[in-house]
């Protein structure tokens, strides 16, 4: 059975700070999505990485994929009030859009 | 582009009562998920439907969810009788297909049972 696991589970940055999220994952896959969600919102597609070695970038997130070591990460640069929210990362099981998502992040971003 | 709809948005029920929840995909995208989200965790995927086929339903409790899309469009949700722990956020996504790469979610419809 696949399992992806993030850590931290949670997180308190202060603004400007670095730092990085990671999602492992059990068994072999090379489709990997982050997603955002804000309280009592629904879930805003952030990357998807479709092959070893990638890397997306968007604004302060950078998202990359080593599949050998099935390992994600999510980097932040320079945090702002506005990136606090839960980060999942999801799995693709089967190359046929299962997700198994983890548990999620959640990012708290103090002035 | 007109995004996932979802209603009702929230749904409050006893346990044993019966429900539904509808979506409706985005235009064109034939490939459509619901999924279970508790509180605190990531969402758990229950069924996907490629066109008015179901793919995958091997996570559904099948004894009392059930799950339709008709015609290959809107999609309704069913729980049936309703338990404490089906307390969750029920959320459906759509793809253009099954390969296709990103899932677009709606907004989904908190129910809470008691």
């Known amino acids: 059975e696949l399992k992806v696991e993030q850590n931290p589970l949670f997180l308190s940055m202060q603004e400007g700070k670095n730092y990085t999220i990671y999602c492992n994952y059990s068994?072999?896959?090379?489709?990997l999505y982050w997603y955002r969600q804000d309280p009592g919102k629904s879930l805003e597609s952030l990357f998807v990485?479709?092959?070893?070695?990638a890397v997306k970038q968007e604004g302060r997130l950078m998202a990359s994929l080593d599949t050998k070591a099935r390992l994600s990460t999510l980097h932040i640069t320079a945090a702002v009030h506005d990136l606090s929210a839960t980060y999942f990362c999801a799995v693709d099981y089967n190359q046929g859009g299962k997700l198994i998502f983890g548990q999620g992040t959640e990012l708290s971003v103090k002035p | 582009e007109a995004g996932v709809a979802q209603s009702p948005r929230y749904k409050i029920i006893e346990k044993r009562q019966s429900v539904a929840f509808w979506c409706n995909p985005i235009s064109g995208h034939a490939t459509l998920y619901w999924y279970q989200q508790i509180l605190g965790q990531g969402p758990k995927l229950l069924i996907q439907f490629q066109n008015n086929g179901v793919v995958d339903d091997s996570q559904l409790p099948k004894d009392r969810f059930s799950a339709e899309r008709l015609k290959g469009v809107d999609s309704t949700l069913k729980i049936q009788p309703a338990k404490l722990e089906d307390s969750a956020v029920y959320l459906c996504?759509?793809?253009?297909?099954?390969?296709?790469?990103?899932?677009?979610f709606g907004p989904g419809t908190r129910l809470t049972v008691l």
């Open positions: 996504a759509s793809s253009l297909a099954l390969w296709t790469d990103t899932q677009y």
């Open positions: 990485l479709l092959s070893n070695g």
């Open positions: 068994t072999t896959s090379d489709r």
